[in-house]
C-alpha cells in the first residue's frame, strides 16, 4: 500500500516505529553510561528531547509535501512521546527498588507519580517543541518549493 493510500493515523505509525525503537534503546544506554560513572553534564546529550527534536526536523522534511503533513506530524508524536517515556518511568522503578542512586531514581515517592510524571508531563515537555519545531521545518520545505516552482528559467 503507497503512502497515499494510507490514513494519517497509518502514516502516523509508520513514521514513529523507528523513533520508538530508538528511544527504547536509548534510554537505558543513558542509564548504563551513569552506572559506569559518566557525569550527567556528558551524557545530557543523550537524551530524549533532543531525539524528539531531531525526530521533527526529519519528520518535517519527509512530509513537506503531504496535505495533511501537520495532522501527520502531531499524530506522529503523540505516538512516539508517550511510549518513548516508558523506559524511563521504568528505570525509576529499577532505581528506586534497588537503590541504585542515578538521576532517574529521584523526586518521587512512588510508580504512579513517576509514571504520571516520565510519560505524562515528559511527553509534553518532548511533544510541544518538537510539533512547533515541525511546523516550522515543513513550513520551510513548502516555502522551498514554492521558490523552485515559481523560478523563471534561465535562458542558456
Known sequence: MKNKEKTSLQ???????????IALILTPVRYGLE????PENAIFII??????????????I??????????ILLLSLLIYSPISR?????????DTKWEIGTHYGLYYDNFGQALLNHVIYGSLVQLVPGFLLGIVTITIMRYRKTLTKNKPLENG
Open 47 to 60: 537524551g530524549l528531547l533532543w531525539l524528539t527534536l531531531g525526530i521533527a526536523i526529519y519528520l518535517g
Open 62 to 71: 519527509k512530509l513537506g509535501n503531504q496535505k495533511q503533513a501537520y495532522k
Open 11 to 21: 502514516q502516523a505509525i509508520y513514521y514513529g516505529k523507528a523513533p520508538i525503537i
Open 35 to 38: 552506572l559506569l560513572g559518566l
Open 86 to 94: 516508558i523506559p524511563v518511568a521504568i528505570l525509576w522503578w529499577v
